[in-house]
């Protein structure tokens, strides 16, 4: 079945930078599209950031536009997202999910906070 587990996440001052991992299974990596969502406190579901199997089409979310940079290792079956410039808004919980803009199916989630 498919697996899906982020990792990374932290407390971070504003303005710093953190790396999201997402390491997959059970399902051909290779092939799919995957997107990173995030929910903040007292919020829905966002999407973040969306990458096609072969890396040549990404999208982001308005806010995080020149800030995040969304990647993907298909040998190691891993998807990232590099944070950079983070704002005490982006503090969520980031999800990885299996599909183009999906929420669903999607790990268990790393909880990001920015806070000085």
């Known amino acids: 079945q498919v697996q899906l587990v982020e990792s990374g996440g932290g407390l971070v001052q504003p303005g710093g930078s953190l790396r999201l991992s997402c390491a997959a299974s059970?399902?051909?990596?290779?092939?799919?599209?995957m997107t990173w969502v995030r929910q903040a406190p007292g919020k829905g579901l966002e999407w973040v950031s969306v990458?096609?199997?072969?890396?040549?089409?990404?999208l982001y979310e308005d806010s995080v536009k020149g800030r995040f940079t969304i990647t993907r290792n298909n040998v190691k079956n891993t998807l990232y997202l590099q944070m950079a410039s983070l704002k005490p808004e982006d503090t969520a919980v980031y999800y990885c999910?299996?599909?183009?803009?999906?929420?669903?199916?999607r790990g268990q989630g790393t909880q990001v906070t920015v806070s000085s």
């Open positions: 999910a299996k599909g183009w803009i999906m929420t669903y199916p």
């Open positions: 059970g399902f051909p990596f290779s092939n799919s599209s």
């Open positions: 990458i096609n199997p072969g890396a040549d089409i990404i």
